[in-house]
């Protein structure tokens, strides 16, 4: 799209996940990038350095912003998506992924943030077969964590489901979801969960 608040891109680790993300995703607004090696830990990088790992390479030439401090002005008129989202796993090495991304956002590109630009993108990591109960039919329902789960059944026990009755999958990642699952839970505007990255006042 040529209107840059529409455009989105993914962040994501690997070509398993970045495979189901390019078919599940709207071709018009959505752009996902596979992040292929390590991601750096950029907070000790000198900013001239940051171009020698290939990822950071590569994100910063995608986005169309360079490198910059919380004191620059960097020129922005090359930024070509309104939305930069961080796509990893739903388990602790995502989690440990989606920090060195944001480590690497807030040392390096943080008008980026202050801005409004970088988002966190939350995959599930359960779903719940559930099964028909009273006047409600079977659903699948997806839990970000044990808690939403461990909610997700006490709801249905009052809903009058049996213990048993129902089937929890666990994704390894995101890889293991289907194009289809990762649209309906990730990257639809109607229905995921995306958190914008913002930096907190401290009083």
């Not at 089937?167 to 839970?185: C, D, H, N």
């Not at 505007?189 to 913002?198: A, G, K, Y």
Request: proline share 4%.
């Amino acid at each position: 799209s040529r209107d840059l608040t529409l455009n989105e891109v993914f962040l994501v680790e690997g070509d398993s996940a970045g495979g189901s993300a390019k078919m599940g995703r709207n071709k018009e607004t959505q752009a996902v990038l596979p992040l292929r090696g390590k991601v750096l830990n950029a907070w000790e990088v000198e900013r001239d350095r940051l171009f020698a790992n290939n990822e950071i390479h590569d994100i910063a030439v995608a986005l169309g912003v360079d490198p910059h401090g919380a004191g620059d002005e960097p020129d922005m008129t090359g930024l070509r998506y309104g939305k930069v989202c961080i796509l990893a796993d739903a388990d602790i090495d995502g989690s440990h992924i989606q920090v060195l991304l944001l480590t690497l956002f807030f040392r390096h590109f943080p008008k980026l943030i202050e801005r409004g630009h970088i988002y966190v993108a939350k995959p599930p990591l359960y779903r719940v077969d559930a099964p028909a109960r009273g006047k409600k039919p079977a659903a699948k329902i997806y839990a970000l964590d044990d808690g939403e789960r461990d909610a997700i059944l006490d709801k249905l026990r009052k809903e009058g489901a049996r213990d048993g009755s129902w089937s929890i999958g666990r994704f390894k990642g995101l890889g293991e979801m289907t194009a289809v699952q990762l649209w309906e839970t990730t990257l639809n505007p109607d229905t995921r969960r995306l958190l914008q990255v913002s930096f907190a006042e401290l009083g």
